[in-house]
């Protein structure tokens, strides 16, 4: 969602370290913090944070999150998306163009996994599944993946074995 207030504050001391507001895509980012325990907090419609929200962690291994706000009927719940999950490595899986139109092109390197096969799905900010595809054989490499039916924003593409899931964020735009 566009305009909307985010922050961080320190888990420890409770004090303000970072702000920011949504751009049309709903993204927004937070530069420079020190390792630590921090909460997220939005300001939309006066709704409240979820509070069995999760301070997020940033250290020495892991100094970028992803995370989904999700603005539910009475509260704000956030999910950190890497938790269980490993980012792709961007000279490994390719996903183009960027952004996207009404197709994305993947090319999936056969040894990012251990079977044969990966599951192909895609999540909306509100991590509802809009497609999956539970078999996608790697030798079909690479494969057009049809999204004309999508709506204009940000997604997230999910490629998972039975041992392995990569992630990648992909923006429509027609």
Same mark, same amino acid.
């Given at each position: 969602m566009p305009d909307v207030y985010v922050f961080i504050k320190s888990y420890a001391d409770g004090k303000l370290k970072a702000f920011d507001i949504s751009?049309? &895509?709903?993204s927004f980012s937070f530069d420079g913090l020190e390792n630590g325990s921090y909460y997220f907090l939005a300001d939309y419609m006066g709704k409240p944070m979820d509070a069995a929200? *999760?301070? =997020?962690? $940033?250290?020495?291994?892991r100094k970028d999150i992803? $995370? =989904?706000? *999700? /603005?539910? @009927?009475?509260k704000i719940t956030v999910k950190d998306l890497a938790t269980g999950i &490993?980012? !792709? @490595?961007?000279?490994? =899986?390719?996903?183009?163009? /960027?952004? !996207?139109?009404?197709n994305i092109t993947i090319? $999936?390197?056969?040894? =990012?996994?251990?079977?044969?096969s990966v599951r192909i799905s895609l999540h909306d900010l509100y991590s509802r599944n809009v497609y999956i595809n539970d078999k996608y054989y790697l030798s079909e490499n690479p494969l057009t993946l049809d999204i004309s039916f999508l709506s204009n924003g940000i997604y997230l593409l999910e490629i998972s074995d039975q041992e392995n899931c990569q992630r990648v964020k992909i923006i429509k735009m027609r």
């Amino acid at each position: 969602m566009p305009d909307v207030y985010v922050f961080i504050k320190s888990y420890a001391d409770g004090k303000l370290k970072a702000f920011d507001i949504s751009d049309e &895509n709903g993204s927004f980012s937070f530069d420079g913090l020190e390792n630590g325990s921090y909460y997220f907090l939005a300001d939309y419609m006066g709704k409240p944070m979820d509070a069995a929200n *999760t301070p =997020l962690i $940033i250290s020495d291994a892991r100094k970028d999150i992803e $995370i =989904l706000a *999700t /603005v539910g @009927t009475d509260k704000i719940t956030v999910k950190d998306l890497a938790t269980g999950i &490993n980012d !792709a @490595t961007p000279d490994k =899986l390719k996903v183009y163009p /960027v952004p !996207a139109g009404d197709n994305i092109t993947i090319l $999936i390197p056969e040894e =990012l996994f251990s079977g044969k096969s990966v599951r192909i799905s895609l999540h909306d900010l509100y991590s509802r599944n809009v497609y999956i595809n539970d078999k996608y054989y790697l030798s079909e490499n690479p494969l057009t993946l049809d999204i004309s039916f999508l709506s204009n924003g940000i997604y997230l593409l999910e490629i998972s074995d039975q041992e392995n899931c990569q992630r990648v964020k992909i923006i429509k735009m027609r």
